[in-house]
Structure formats: C-alpha cells, structure tokens
C-alpha cells in the first residue's frame, strides 16, 4: 500500500527544512502536493499530513480506540516526564485525563480570572505610554506567572523566587530552531558536563523536579496547604479505583500543563496585540466594546465579550501556534477520504493548512 506522495529529497534535508522553517515548508509541500501528503523526517516515521475538512473530520469523527496519539509524541519526554498525558495512550489516558480535567471547568475556572486580571496588571505596570516593550517578553512573564500561581499554587517564598528562573531557562533552551535541534538529533542528547547543551537542560530539568516534588511533599504532609490551585485539585482527585496520582505522576502532570499552556498561549497574545496594533479599526471597535463594561469590569464579562472573541478565533487563524493536532497513529488499517492507510500509519490533521485553504477562508 503506497502513502499519499510527498518530497522526495533526503530525510535529513527535510528534517532540516522542518526545524528551520516549519510554515514555509508546509506551505510548500500544499504547494506541489495538494491537501494529503507525506513527509520523510530523518529518525521518524512517514508523517501523512492532511488538510481537507472532510479528512479532518473522518479522523475526529472516527472511534478514538482506532488511533493512538502518545507513542508518537516521545520528543517531548525529557521535558514533560514519562508519565505526561502526552505520552499516554488508551485506559491510563483516559484515566489520567480524568484527573486532571475537573480544575478546568466552569466554575473552578472562574475561580483564576481575578488571579489572572491580577497578574496582568501588575506585569502591565512597569509598561510607560511612549516606550517600546517587547509584547511576547511580556505575554510570556504573565502566562509564566499564571502557570506557576494557578496551576502550581506557588505564590510566594523562595520556593517560588527559585523555580521562576529555571523554568524560564528551560524554556528559552528550545525557543529558537537552533535550540529547539536539541529534541530532534539524537546523538545531540549526550550530558558531557554542566557546561554542555545537554547536560545544561537535564540539570535544570532535575533541580525543577526537585522543586516539584518538596512542594508536592510539603502538601502532603501539611494538608492545610492544600488550596484552590490545580495541583491541590489533582492531589485530590481519585480514579475509579480511589487511587490518587503518584507524586511522580503529578510531578510530570505539572511539567505539561505548563509545556502545553505557557508558550502557546504567550505566543497567541503576542499575535493578537499585533494585529490589533497592525489594524486601527479592529483597535478602535475592541476599545469600544471593552468600554461598555465600564470600569473594573468582572472577569468573566470579558470573557464573553462577541468581538474580543472573534479577535482571538481570527487570531488563532491565522497564527494557529500548534500547526497541527496531535499525530493520530491508525492501529487497525483505515480508510480516510478514499485513502487507505495501513495500521501504525501517523496522520496529521494539519491546522495550519486547514486554516489557510482559500476554500473556506477566501
Ligand atoms: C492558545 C493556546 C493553546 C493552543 C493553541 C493549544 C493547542 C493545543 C492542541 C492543538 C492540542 C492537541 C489536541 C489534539 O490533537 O487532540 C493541545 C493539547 C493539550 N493542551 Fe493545549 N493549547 C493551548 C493552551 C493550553 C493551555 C493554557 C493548557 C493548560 C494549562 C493546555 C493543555 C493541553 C493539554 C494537557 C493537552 C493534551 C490533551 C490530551 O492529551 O488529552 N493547552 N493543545
């Protein structure tokens, strides 16, 4: 069975091609390719990418037992943990997804707003009218912030004065494709000392466990510190057999909450302030519409504001930040959109692509 035609230039240079400049590069391939295509990474699989709605919607309309997601998602275990819902596939997703859903609904999430509006606020202080800032240093101190005061609960203390800077030095160490080459080349990920690449991100990678686990520690011993924040809610939820997450579970929980929310959501901001720079009339109707709040405005009205949402839906058109859903990895042999594909075949539904079809955004 053939996979849908795609470059044929070596795995290597496509790999380099991938890490240099991933937009241009599907661009190109939608190019000479159309909506399905397949492309060659050196040290993965055939990665099939596609980008017609009705293929996007045969694989998420499809039995999620057919597919797998985590296995193909192992570059990301030095950074998130063995455990991450990332890496996990069937029951133990299904399972762990439960424990860490419920802080994210409805009314627990109320509960972050005025945390958030805070956090804002404070960062958006040190802003002079007249003075240029730097919107993705910005956005990227205030989701930071956000991860570390919500989800891990720590507000204050040295505990917290500590873990800020090494987080935020891990996650410069993958911020550019240069850096980012790191997950990607294998032979790259030898420890040859402190000073070397390698070693530099485990070391942090361990003192930021370290962190994680006295404070998860602490909490358990001392269980009036258990608060409102989403790791206390994990520690206490149970799964079906009362068994609460590990300390190494939560630990790792607590690693992709904060790979998944902190810089995507940073990078969106930061786009968003662009274009709403970029065009004086968007500029001027969100003015009005966040002015019929009048001051001080609760939280969650923002939140339902109709234009500020579309700003951030058309926003996330345009720069979808993750350019693809995660892999969807057939275990049986399926057929998409007239294709068959064989078992252990990984598909990409492509955002980005999708996104940009004139189609159906001319
Ligand atoms: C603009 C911001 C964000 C974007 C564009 C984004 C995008 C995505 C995408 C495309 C996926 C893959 C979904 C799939 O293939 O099924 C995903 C998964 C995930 N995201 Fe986000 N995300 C954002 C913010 C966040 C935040 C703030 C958090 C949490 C603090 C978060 C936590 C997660 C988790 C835990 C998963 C894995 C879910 C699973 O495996 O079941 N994301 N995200």
Redesign the pocket.
């Given at each position: 069975m053939t996979l849908p035609d795609g470059p044929k230039i070596s795995p290597l240079v496509q790999l380099l091609k991938w890490i240099a400049d991933p937009i241009d590069y599907l661009d190109i391939c939608a190019q000479s390719y159309g909506d399905t295509f397949t492309l060659q990474l050196r040290n993965f699989e055939p990665l099939v990418f596609l980008s017609h709605p009705q293929a996007i919607q045969e694989i998420f309309t499809a039995d999620p037992k057919l597919f797998d997601?985590?296995r193909a998602n192992r570059i990301v275990k030095p950074l998130v943990g063995e455990n991450s819902?990332?890496l996990?596939d069937g029951d133990r997703?299904t399972s762990q997804?439960r424990l860490?859903m419920p802080p994210?609904h409805g009314e627990r999430m109320h509960s972050y707003s005025q945390l958030i509006c805070a956090i804002a606020q404070q960062v958006a202080s040190h802003w002079k009218i007249g003075q240029p800032i730097c919107v993705r240093d910005a956005m990227q101190d205030i989701?930071l912030q956000v991860?570390v005061q919500a989800?891990f609960g720590l507000r204050e203390g040295a505990r917290y004065q500590q873990i800020i800077p090494l987080l935020t030095s891990m996650l410069n160490m993958t911020d550019s494709p240069l850096s980012s080459s790191i997950l990607f080349f294998r032979f790259l990920q030898k420890d040859f000392g402190a000073w070397s690449p390698w070693g530099q991100m485990m070391r942090r990678k361990q003192q930021i466990d370290n962190l994680l686990l006295a404070e998860i520690n602490e909490r358990r011993e001392q269980p009036e510190r258990i608060g409102n924040d989403?790791l206390s809610l994990m520690m206490s939820a149970c799964d079906e057999q009362g068994q609460p997450m590990t300390d190494e579970e939560l630990k790792d929980?607590l690693m992709?909450?904060?790979f998944?929310?902190?810089e995507?959501?940073a990078?969106?901001l930061a786009w968003a302030f662009y274009w709403i720079h970029k065009l004086p009339s968007v500029q001027e109707k969100l003015w009005q519409e966040l002015q019929s709040l009048g001051d001080n405005p609760e939280p969650m009205a923002i939140a339902r504001l109709p234009y500020l949402t579309a700003v951030c839906q058309e926003t996330?058109r345009i720069y979808?930040?993750?350019f693809?859903?995660?892999p969807?990895v057939t275990k049986v042999p399926m057929e998409i959109m007239g294709h068959q594909f064989e078992a252990n075949t990984s598909l990409f539904?492509c955002?980005y692509l999708t996104h940009h079809r004139e189609d159906l955004y001319p």
């Open positions: 997601s985590g819902l990332l996990l997703h997804r860490i994210f989701t991860i989800v989403v929980e992709t909450l904060l998944a929310g902190h995507t959501t990078t969106a996330l979808p930040v993750v693809f859903a995660f969807r539904p955002i």
